[in-house]
């Protein structure tokens, strides 16, 4: 018997066994996908996990009490201040050189204006101006103090 030229044969259906082998394949490449990944993310993890946050080394001033210029009235500054210092070694010549670096502030802080100390601004500008004259270097043959930051712990204008 003939067949017609108008009867087309069925598509021939993928065995149950190529399916399984690409199912499998499939699995495996998943699986060591999600090895590779999570080998990446823990290592990338691990470094991070160990590495020390260096503690800050604090050294306070006593606090400092200095007249300052009111509108025709007596009016005076109290400053409580900590220097952020770098390391031990800066905080073993801050400790030695006490003296002088209390008198520095001193003088800095004496005879200003009151209404020039009240906005956060200002009291940042004024930790900026304490910064960089305690971090001048006490003699010609010392360097710069290792001083990093100033911040205050008392700051009362009245």
């Known amino acids: 018997m003939a067949t017609s030229p108008n009867t087309a044969t069925p598509p021939a259906r993928p065995s149950k066994l190529l ?3 690409l199912l499998s394949l499939s699995l ?3 699986g060591v996908a999600a090895y590779a990944l999570t080998r990446t993310s823990s290592s990338e993890a691990e ?3 160990h590495v020390a946050v ?3 080394i604090f050294v306070a001033l006593e606090p400092i009490t200095v007249n300052v210029q009111g ?3 007596n009016r005076f500054l109290h400053v409580g201040m900590s220097l952020k210092v770098r390391d031990e070694k800066a905080k073993a010549q801050v400790m030695e050189f006490m003296p002088e670096l209390r008198s520095r502030a001193l003088l800095m802080l004496s005879n200003r ?3 020039t100390l009240q906005t956060t601004e200002d009291k940042s500008r004024l930790a900026a101006e304490i910064l960089g004259e305690l971090t001048r270097p ?3 043959s010392l360097p710069p103090q290792g001083i990093s ?3 205050f712990t008392a700051f009362v204008v009245q």
């Open 113 to 115: 204006q009151a209404d």
């Open 71 to 73: 509108e025709g009235r």
């Open 54 to 56: 260096e503690k800050p």
């Open 28 to 30: 495996g490449a998943l």
């Open 138 to 140: 006490l003699n010609d």
């Open 19 to 21: 399916i399984a082998a």
């Open 47 to 49: 470094p991070a996990r």
């Open 149 to 151: 930051g100033v911040s």
